[in-house]
């Protein structure tokens, strides 16, 4: 599987500073923060969560009897150890590289709910084969974010995030915070499967950096405990397809897409939610799953090929093709960055899905571009 494998380098390649440096305390030392400097203590937790939480579904095929190469699964045990590792570091207060999870600052909570958001998507790899002591010094860690006020807007589904991981755990946990969350949402909702970020409309790709997924693995994790959030699972996946056939067609004929609003030098992290679609075989009926991994494929090579993507260390550099740093806001560190590593959700599909095994499909503008005659996009 030639594709796969381009993935898996490209992930490997961003993946190893963060985990090999807090495997051996040594992140704070080594990461080179940028950005706002009262910030620079939230950075390692940024840097780790968002890792975590794009590479979790490939970890957790380490606890699937899934089909892979030899050499691929060779690759999977070691990281699944390292990323264990990596976790024990960061809740650890006798660590060096032990991670600010509560500040004045409300920066933490972010990453508290990104970091859970990786448990919940590899719960072998990253909850149940964890040592007794790293478990309570997470479920301390997850707690510990409860004191930061999410603001109002896309922040509340941090605060969710954290409770319905306590609730995984079997933990207590407050299901006004869950329930607060989704239903804002749901007020929020503007149609044609997009979002406010609170009650305005803001044209970024938020619905596919933290709305929208983070909304899909809430109702996944709660439909069983709570038939209200059950009840909700319809209307949010629909809104999900949608809004994944829109962030396909965002993707032009050469592998490039729209640098609209913050946070773009999260680079190919905007494609969260449609990999995620991707991974629970939710995808539309428009859109095919090889369709999705050509598309994909085409937007990883083309962001990788800059020259300037690392800096001299194998750091990410600010930037969306390269280096670029007046496209980083001011809350945007080194550790901010690792987001990108969201496209990979899919790799948690294993290699005889139909994701990776069927042959390549041109993906929208490809088609309407090389003059197919195709059908019109209608808004749901």
Same mark, same amino acid.
């Given at each position: &599987? &030639?594709?796969?494998? =381009? ?18 305390? +040594? ?28 590479? *979790? ?28 590792? *990596?976790?024990?570091?960061?809740? %650890? ?9 509560? %500040? ?5 909570? =972010? ?16 909850? $149940? ?50 329930? $607060? ?7 929020? $909702?503007?149609?044609?499967?997009? $979002? ?57 004929? %050469?592998?490039?897409?729209? *640098?609209?609003?913050?946070?773009? +030098? ?8 449609? +990999? ?21 494929? *085409? ?42 590593? !969201? ?16 042959? !390549? ?15 019109? %996009?209608?808004?749901?």
């Amino acid at each position: &599987m &030639m594709v796969r494998k =381009v993935w898996l380098k490209a992930m490997l390649k961003i993946i190893n500073p963060v985990l090999n440096n807090l495997s051996q305390e +040594t992140l704070k030392l080594n990461l080179p923060v940028q950005g706002e400097p009262e910030r620079v203590k939230f950075s390692y937790l940024e840097a780790f969560a968002r890792t975590l939480n794009g590479i *979790a579904p490939w970890l957790e095929l380490n606890s699937k009897s899934a089909d892979l190469s030899d050499s691929e699964r060779s690759v999977l045990q070691k990281y699944a150890k390292l990323a264990r590792k *990596a976790l024990s570091k960061a809740v %650890d207060p006798a660590s060096a590289d032990h991670m600010v999870f509560a %500040d004045q600052i409300r920066q933490p909570l =972010v990453d508290t709910a990104f970091l859970a958001q990786a448990i919940i998507r590899a719960p072998h790899e990253l909850w $149940y084969k964890l040592e007794s002591e790293t478990k309570e010094m997470l479920i301390k860690s997850l707690k510990n974010s409860r004191k930061i006020k999410p603001y109002y807007c896309n922040w509340l589904l941090f605060s969710a995030m954290v409770e319905i991981t306590l609730a995984f755990m079997g933990e207590e946990y407050d299901t006004v915070r869950i329930d $607060y969350a989704l239903r804002e949402h749901q007020s929020w $909702y503007l149609g044609d499967g997009v $979002y406010g970020d609170g009650p305005e409309f803001h044209f970024d790709y938020y619905n596919s950096f933290v709305i929208q997924p983070m909304l899909l693995d809430i109702v996944d994790v709660m439909k069983d405990k709570d038939s209200e959030i059950a009840a909700l699972e319809k209307d949010i996946v629909k809104r999900a397809q949608r809004y994944g056939e829109i962030l396909e067609k965002m993707i032009a004929p %050469d592998g490039t897409f729209p *640098a609209l609003g913050r946070s773009i +030098t999260y680079r190919f992290g905007v494609f969260q939610l449609l +990999t995620q679609l991707a991974l629970k075989e939710k995808l539309p009926y428009s859109l095919k799953p090889a369709q999705i991994r050509t598309a994909l494929t *085409a937007v990883i090579q083309r962001v990788m090929a800059a020259d300037t993507l690392f800096d001299q260390n194998g750091w990410l550099t600010i930037g969306l093709y390269g280096k670029q740093p007046d496209l980083g806001e001011p809350y945007i560190n080194t550790g901010s960055l690792y987001l990108i590593n !969201e496209v990979f959700l899919a790799l948690g599909l294993a290699n005889d899905s139909n994701f990776w095994s069927n042959p !390549e499909r041109q993906w929208s503008s490809q088609k309407i571009w090389n003059g197919e005659n195709v059908a019109a %996009d209608h808004a749901l």
